[in-house]
């Protein structure tokens, strides 16, 4: 049964066919959509109207069923060619379909990029918009009930679709018929669309646009910052993870394996390589047993190889080590001492990894690439702070200002930087869910018709744009990025593929916006998934405990870069949105450094007793490491210095493995409890570890040794009273001699004075050697 819409189509379809017999088809299509709104002639009745109603529900009216084109072929066609439509047809109603059929509908020119994205949003339908039915094509489906699905196939030869001028045409494809619960007539049960490109006499000589895809090969954080003790230094896994990644199917092995064979520019995180890298021998991996061997050793060697070959003649951008997170960098990081500092490092050991990894290739390091290319001029700022001269931006962040066609990526900001705006429409085809067929089928036309759109925009313009897609996307997506990169590399002869270096030397567009949003503009669902302060805070507190570590080791590197490249994997991108776990982390990073700083101290000392004057007081350093420790002081310290004191700091080098006795001499000057403490110092001075606490019980000073030393404190004062005396008397003697001869003879003076009574006593002015106290004798 045909339903009235189909027969006015039909009736309307007669006068149109004679128009384009006359060479108006493009008139012809304007009065097809015009004479299908019934209301304006009032000579044909319909049950309901030609276009969804405002609040119409998915599952009613021309919602009642959902249309999923998922294949086209050819995706391109010539003229002459027969097009083959699959898909699949999904009753969302409460009722069954019944009588129903499925044909496609004439081509809609879509005059802009605008008009694209609307027909590929678009649901429901709607004459106006939607084009005539293609009759004679069309295939009969019967009863669907609900929540079932069928599929369909038709072949429709491409001269019955009116494609005119070449452009991009929207092609849809209706479900006429009715539901068990309205058997009031046929009507258009729902509709699916996808888009066709349409370029029938394209030239040798025809315009093309310089298209760039970059291909990510990022993955998140896996290897930790703990090493077994062994020579080896065997790395430790958080997970096996990265294992199911670089295995056959997993998204890793995907990427390389379908970027092998596509003219794309390879964008690497060398924390990526470095980890497979790492796996080539034996490795650990943490689970809840602890940790366990592990086993990806073939995997990672096969991975390794394919991404050799597949990027033997590629051009290879390596991001910085860890691929840093620039914009919180920016917005959180940026007053945190050190925290530049550790983007530079990431920055500077960037190329050597890739190089080590790889062998053969050579990659190019000026390029920034904040997250979905957001920026502003704290960003731009840090991004370049590190000697890169390029910005992977997107054109939702810096706009290309009021043009009517798509500018060139490349666009100066100043300062000896070039951001490389990517096209927004291309970088986000490809971030839904691709297993559906259908999806990933209208991702790859729309990636054909937005490419020729933009060529047909300023056809004497040649541009050159960038498709920067997700970071890290799915094994589907990926899969999905592959076919339509290939359909566009085999079919759309409107586009040429460059290189990003090629890309950055383009001729800017000189009309196209190049002022850099400011920081009020910048999206605020990205900053809200940015790190946070604290965890820059935490990575400077544990550079800080590997900075003075470090100075005690005679193998530091076996330290410092398992853990400082842990501490820069800290700030990586693929902790947005995942706070927490990027908090665990930082926590076992810091944790790990701090349990190995603690591998070398001392021995905790049980309190001692003295005996004598002098003894020996023996502290214990203990190195579990399995390297040798040096740079390292040793002092012990006495709280009460007028009861005991103690030797000078002692220098301390320790075999690995081992500890060391070091001996202090201690004096005691009295009896009881003489506090003490031990602490190592680092060569400059820091403490390192923390300090021992112990008491020396001077109890054996025996009652002969103090009468000793009140012996000795006795005669000091006595000699001193006698030479005071002595001192006077003899002033007094040479008061009286002045009183009698007032210039005596050198010869009596020399002789001295004969006539002075003997009293026995030694009346010289210089006392016995024995007692005299003057310090300088």
């Given at each position: 049964m045909r339903s009235v819409e189909d027969s006015r189509e039909r009736g309307w379809r007669v006068t149109v066919s004679g128009m384009r017999r006359r060479g108006g088809r493009r008139l012809a299509s304007l009065l097809a959509a015009v004479v299908a709104l019934p209301l304006l002639t009032g000579l044909a009745s319909v049950p309901e109207a030609s276009a969804a109603a405002p609040g119409e529900e998915p599952g009613t009216g021309h919602r009642t069923a959902t249309l999923s084109i998922t294949?086209?072929?050819?995706?391109?066609?010539?003229?002459?060619?027969?097009?083959?439509i699959r898909g699949t047809i999904t009753n969302e109603g409460d009722s069954p379909i019944v009588d129903s059929s499925v044909a496609a509908r004439e081509g809609v020119p879509l005059a802009s990029r605008s008009a694209i994205d609307q027909a590929v949003a678009r649901t429901g339908f709607d004459f106006t918009l939607d084009g005539q039915i293609v009759e004679g094509h069309g295939q009969d489906i019967g009863t669907i009930q609900p929540g079932m699905?069928?599929?369909?196939?038709?072949?429709?030869?491409?001269?019955?679709?009116?494609?005119?001028?070449?452009?991009?045409?929207?092609?849809?494809?209706?479900?006429?018929?009715?539901?068990?619960?309205?058997?009031?007539?046929?009507r258009i049960l729902g509709a699916g669309r996808t888009l066709l490109p349409w370029q029938p006499e394209a030239a040798a000589d025809s315009p093309q646009t310089q298209l760039t895809v970059l291909w990510p090969l990022i993955s998140t954080t896996h290897l930790t910052s703990q090493t077994d003790a062994d020579e080896e230094q065997t790395p430790a896994f958080r997970n096996d993870d990265l294992l199911h990644e670089i295995s056959p199917g997993g998204r890793l092995y995907q990427l390389v394996s379908l970027g092998a064979d596509l003219p794309v520019t390879w964008v690497i995180d060398p924390d990526l390589l470095a980890s497979v890298d790492a796996m080539r021998e034996e490795y650990l991996v943490e689970t809840d047993a602890g940790l366990v061997p592990g086993d990806g050793q073939d995997e990672a060697l096969a991975w390794l190889q394919m991404l050799k070959e597949a990027v033997a003649d590629d051009e290879v951008v390596a991001l910085p080590f860890g691929d840093p997170d620039i914009a919180s960098l920016a917005h959180q990081g940026l007053d945190v001492q050190g925290a530049l500092s550790q983007f530079a490092t990431a920055s500077e050991t960037s190329a050597s990894t890739v190089e080590t990894v790889l062998v053969d290739s050579e990659p190019?390091?000026?390029?920034?690439?904040?997250?979905?290319?957001?920026?502003?001029?704290?960003?731009v700022s840090v991004a370049t702070?590190?000697?890169?001269?390029?910005?992977?931006?997107?054109?939702?962040?810096?706009?290309?200002?009021?043009l009517s066609y798509t500018p060139t990526a490349a666009r100066p900001i100043g300062g000896g930087t070039t951001a490389i705006v990517a096209d927004a429409r291309l970088s986000t085809l490809f971030e839904g869910d691709m297993t559906?067929?259908?999806?990933?089928?209208?991702?790859?036309?729309?990636?054909?018709?937005?490419?020729?759109?933009?060529?047909?925009?300023?056809?004497?313009?040649?541009?050159?744009?960038?498709?920067?897609?997700?970071?890290?996307p799915t094994a589907a997506?990926?899969?999905?990025?592959?076919?339509?990169?290939?359909?566009?590399?085999?079919?759309?002869?409107?586009?040429?593929?460059?290189?990003?270096?090629?890309?950055?030397?383009?001729?800017?567009?000189?009309?196209?916006?190049?002022?850099?949003?400011?920081?009020?503009?910048?999206p605020e669902e990205l900053r809200e998934h940015e790190l946070s302060t604290s965890t820059f805070q935490s990575m400077r507190e544990t550079q800080r405990t590997l900075e003075d570590f470090l100075v005690i080791l005679t193998q530091p590197d076996r330290v410092d870069v398992p853990f400082g490249n842990a501490i820069r994997r800290e700030m990586s991108t693929s902790w947005r949105g995942n706070g927490e776990e990027a908090d665990e982390y930082g926590d076992a990073v810091q944790e790990g450094l701090v349990a190995l700083t603690e591998r070398v101290h001392l021995i905790p000392k049980s309190d001692i007793t003295l005996s004598g004057r002098s003894a020996t007081i023996p502290v214990t350093v203990q190195n579990n490491l399995v390297q040798d420790v040096h740079n390292l002081e040793l002092r012990l310290t006495s709280h009460r210095q007028l009861g005991l004191e103690v030797s000078t700091p002692q220098d301390v080098r320790i075999n690995g493995g081992h500890s060391q006795s070091v001996k202090f001499s201690a004096t005691a000057r009295a009896n009881g409890l003489m506090p003490l403490s031990a602490r190592l110092y680092t060569s400059d001075g820091k403490p390192y570890g923390e300090q021992i606490t112990f008491e020396a019980d001077v109890t054996e000073i025996t009652s002969e040794v103090m009468m000793v030393i009140a012996g000795g404190i006795l005669l000091t004062v006595l000699a001193g009273i006698r030479m005071y005396s002595q001192r006077k008397r003899a002033a007094r003697k040479a008061a009286a001699a002045g009183g009698t001869d007032t210039n005596p003879s050198p010869e009596a003076d020399a002789s001295g004075d004969d006539s002075a009574p003997d009293t026995g006593a030694d009346v010289s002015d210089t006392p016995p050697r024995s007692e005299r106290l003057d310090p300088n004798e």
């Open positions: 294949d086209l072929g050819p995706t391109v066609p010539g003229e002459g060619d027969t097009l083959t699905s069928t599929t369909f196939s038709l072949q429709v030869p491409v001269s019955e679709l009116a494609l005119d001028e070449a452009g991009v045409y929207q092609l849809a494809v209706g479900l006429t018929g009715q539901t068990e619960a309205e058997r009031w007539g046929d190019v390091t000026d390029f920034a690439w904040p997250v979905e290319g957001a920026i502003d001029p704290s960003i702070s590190a000697g890169a001269t390029n910005v992977i931006a997107r054109s939702d962040s810096l706009r290309p200002g009021g559906r067929t259908g999806s990933a089928a209208l991702a790859g036309q729309q990636l054909l018709a937005q490419t020729l759109a933009i060529t047909l925009e300023e056809p004497a313009n040649e541009r050159s744009v960038v498709l920067a897609p997700q970071r890290m997506q990926a899969q999905a990025m592959a076919t339509a990169i290939s359909d566009l590399q085999d079919n759309g002869h409107w586009v040429a593929f460059a290189d990003l270096s090629d890309a950055a030397e383009a001729e800017p567009d000189p009309t196209a916006n190049r002022e850099v949003p400011t920081a009020a503009e910048y």
